[in-house]
C-alpha cells in the first residue's frame, strides 16, 4: 500500500483567534441596509463601519487603538442624504476615505488623526455622475487619487479625486446590475460580474472587454470575481442546485476552468478577500459564522483547502486589514474585522512558529503607501507596479498628511475658477465660520486635557491621604 503524502505549505498551520473582549469595539450600531457589501474597512490607523443612522448615511471612524465600549455620542461622518453602501481607504493615505450611497454621489473625506469633537459634515470633494444608487467603490492599487464607482445605473466611472473630475465612463458595457468590480495587481485591468451572468475582463483606458465568460458558475445568484497575483480570476458563485462554488479561471483561456469546486449549501455570498503576498483566499459569506481558506498554487487541484476559523455568531460584514498593518512579531498573516449586531470583533490569523526572529519566507515585500504614478500618467497609457516596503522593523503609519498637490488637487489647494461638475470643500481655504469650529475644537480638546489633569491630581492627593493613613 502506498502512503499517502500530506502537500508541504508553511501555511497548512494557521489559524485563527479572536482577540479579548477588551480589544473588540463594543456599542456599534451596524447598518442593517440590504447589501453584499462588506460594511467595514481597515488601514494601519482607523477601523471604518457603515452605521445606522436616521435622516441620511454615515459611517463612524475609530482609531485602531479605541477598543472597547464605543460612547454614543461619538462622532460619525455624516453627509449623505441616504443610507452609505460601501467604503474604502485610500491605499496611498490612510486619513483619506471614501464612501458610496444610496443618494447617488460618491464622497471622499479626510479623516484627521485627533477623534474630532462633532461630526465631520464636509467632505473634501462630492463626486457627481450616477443616475442611481451607488454601491461599489474601490481606489487604484497604483496610480495617485483614482478611484472607481459603479452604481446600479449599470454604469462604471473612474474619477480623479485630485480634481473632482470624471476621467472616464464605462457605459455601454454591462446590461444589468453590476455585482462587483476588481482591479488587477498594477491597476491596468479590471474584472467585474454581473446579473447579466457574464464576467467580463476590461481594459478601462482603451474601454474594451477584453475577455468575457458566460455562466462560470450556473446558479442564479450573485457571482464575485478577484485577480489573483498571476492574472488568473478567482470566482465565487452557485451551482444550478444552490450549492456554494469556488472557481479558477485563465482569462485567456476562459472556456474551461483550472479549477472549480462545490463547498456547501449555505444562501450567503461568499465575499472573497485575496492575500497576493501568501496566495490565500478567505471566504467569508453574510450571514455565516466561519471563515473558510485556501491557498491558490501552480499545482493540482490548484485551489487548496488549509482549514476553516468558526465561531458561534453569524457576520454581518467583514474588513481586512493590509498587510503593512500587521503585527509581524507574532507571525500575523491576515486581520479581520468582523461585524456583529452590536460590535465589531477582531480576528487573527498566525502561522505558529517558535523563533521570535523576523520571519521573511512569510514577509515578502508588500505595497507601501507610496503611489507608483500619477492619475495622468496612468490615463495617457502608463503601467506600473506597486512600490514595495518590508516589513522587517514593522510598519508605522505616517502622520496626518494631505494630498500632494497634483495639478489641481483640491485636497490641499483652492480649486480652479468656473463651473464644475463636483462640489468641493477647501482645506486649506479656511472662511471665518471654518476658523471658529477649529478654534472652538481646540478649546474644547484643551478643556477635556484640563479635566483629565485634575482628575489624576486628585487621584494623586487621594493616594497620598491612603500611604499617610497607613503609616
Known sequence: MSRRVVRQSKFRHVFGQPVKADQMYEDIRVSKVTCDSSFCAVNPKFVAIIVESGGGGAFIVLPLAKTGRVDKNHPLVTGHTAPVLDIDWCPHNDNVIASASEDTTVMVWQIPDYVPVRNITEPVVTLEGHSKRVSIISWHPTARNVLLSAGCDNLVILWNVGTG????????MHTDLIYNVGWNRNGSLLVTTCKD??????DPRKQQIIAERFAPHEGLRPVRAIFTREGHIFTTGFTRMSQRELGLWDPNNFEEPIALQEMDTSNGVLLPFYDADSSIVYLCGKGDSSIRYF?????APYVHYLNTYSSKEPQRGMGFMPKRGLDVSKCEIARFFKL???KCEPIVMTV????????DDLYPDTPGPEPALEADEWLSGKDAEPILISLRDGYVPIKNRELK???????DSKPPPGPRRSHSTCESDFSQPALEEV???IRALKEMVQAQE???SDLENKLCQFTNGTD
Open 197 to 202: 451572468k457574464k464576467v467580463r475582463v476590461i
Open 340 to 342: 456583529h449586531e452590536r
Open 439 to 441: 478654534l472652538e475644537e
Open 405 to 411: 498637490v497634483v495639478k489641481k488637487n483640491i485636497l
Open 165 to 172: 473630475e470624471m476621467l472616464l465612463a464605462l457605459d455601454d
Open 295 to 299: 491557498e491558490i498554487t501552480d499545482e
Open 454 to 456: 485634575k482628575r489624576i
Open 352 to 359: 505558529p512558529r517558535k523563533s521570535d526572529l523576523f520571519q
